[in-house]
């Protein structure tokens, strides 16, 4: 294939690959949200499908030693969609939808953890890679996807993608021998951007579970309330807040005193129907979390004063309701 040829086919089947490049991110966006993650958040940069220039192709096919015997159809990166998250957790999630997919076959071509398995000594880039076809022909509105279609999919940190940034064209792709004291810095960052990339990950997991995970809290409490008030809860951040206040009193037993103290004595029936009450405009009683101060109020009122972390007015609508004084 002559240069002319493959700027023809290339210009031509570029429609194709853009199709397969929206195909592979709505896919994967789609599955984030199933998973109960917001893509918006999820990802730091926003995925988009990029096609590689004319100029970047025919310099990959003819000038860089690559010895393709077909360099169209051997160079597999003509369209790529690149995944930047912010925890190697996230990059998990992302692999497990990729390979998990029914549209595609999937080749894995480069992930860092095995690269760290043959080589423990050495600090280079890491991403992971996958080489995606389509299982069967993709039939649209606007035109085929055939079998033979590829897409690169790229899974990174954002650390890891702010090393492949400043590192890639200047070193990857230059034109003129790289000094060693060069290689050596990328290398020490690299080792750093590692480091900092497990850190995260520690602090994230230290962060966001303890007790109130470990033992289904909310999960528990939003139980309790729909039993209690044949509504369905909401949780907002002042669930998470008062738990969090109180962290060293979550526990399964005193789910288990709520249950028995507020929601099946019957002296507290009447709870119910002053929560269903006030649930259309005050967004305390949207949340279980409710629950969890009228028993404090009335098992340990002292410890719940000393640290109450929201408004006063709350707390004193609250009291109310169960008979309860926060003056005395």
């Not at 709505?26 to 599955?31: G, I, L, N, S, Y």
Request: net charge negative; aromatic share 10%.
């Amino acid at each position: 294939m002559t240069e002319e040829e493959l700027k023809r086919k290339w210009k031509s089947d570029q429609a194709i690959f853009a199709r397969w490049g929206e195909v592979i991110k709505a896919e994967v966006t789609e599955k984030l949200a199933e998973a109960g993650k917001d893509p918006m958040v999820f990802f730091k940069i926003q995925p988009e499908p990029r096609l590689k220039s004319e100029q970047s192709l025919i310099d990959k096919a003819f000038y860089r030693d690559k010895d393709y015997s077909n360099p169209y159809a051997e160079i597999e990166d003509k369209v790529g969609v690149r995944f930047v998250v912010l925890l190697l957790d996230d990059i998990k999630l992302i692999c497990d939808i990729v390979e998990g997919s029914q549209t595609w076959d999937f080749d894995a071509c480069k992930h860092f953890d095995e690269d760290k398995q043959r080589e423990p000594l050495l600090f280079t880039y890491q991403s992971v890679h996958y080489i995606l076809r389509p299982k069967t022909r993709i039939r649209g509105k606007d035109g085929d996807i055939p079998t033979d279609t590829p897409c690169e999919v790229q899974i990174r940190t954002l650390l890891q993608h702010a090393h492949a940034e400043l590192t890639h064209d200047a070193i990857y792709k230059s034109k003129k021998a790289v000094r060693p004291i060069v290689h050596r810095t990328v290398a020490k960052s690299m080792a750093l951007i590692e480091t900092t990339d497990e850190f995260f990950s520690v602090a994230t997991k230290e962060l966001n579970f303890g007790p109130i995970e470990a033992h289904q809290i909310v999960q528990r409490l939003n139980a309790l309330y729909y039993s209690f008030t044949g509504i369905q809860p909401h949780v907002q951040k002042s669930t998470l807040i008062v738990l969090g206040e109180f962290e060293n009193l979550v526990s399964e037993e005193n789910i288990q005193n709520i249950q028995e103290q507020i929601v099946n004595d019957t002296n507290y029936a009447f709870l119910a129907e002053v929560i269903k009450t006030r649930y259309p405009e005050n967004a305390v009683y949207q949340q279980s979390i409710v629950l969890f101060v009228y028993w404090m109020l009335i098992t340990k009122k002292r410890r719940l004063l000393e640290s109450w972390p929201l408004a006063n007015d709350i707390l004193e609508h609250l009291a109310t309701d169960v008979g309860v004084s926060i003056f005395q």
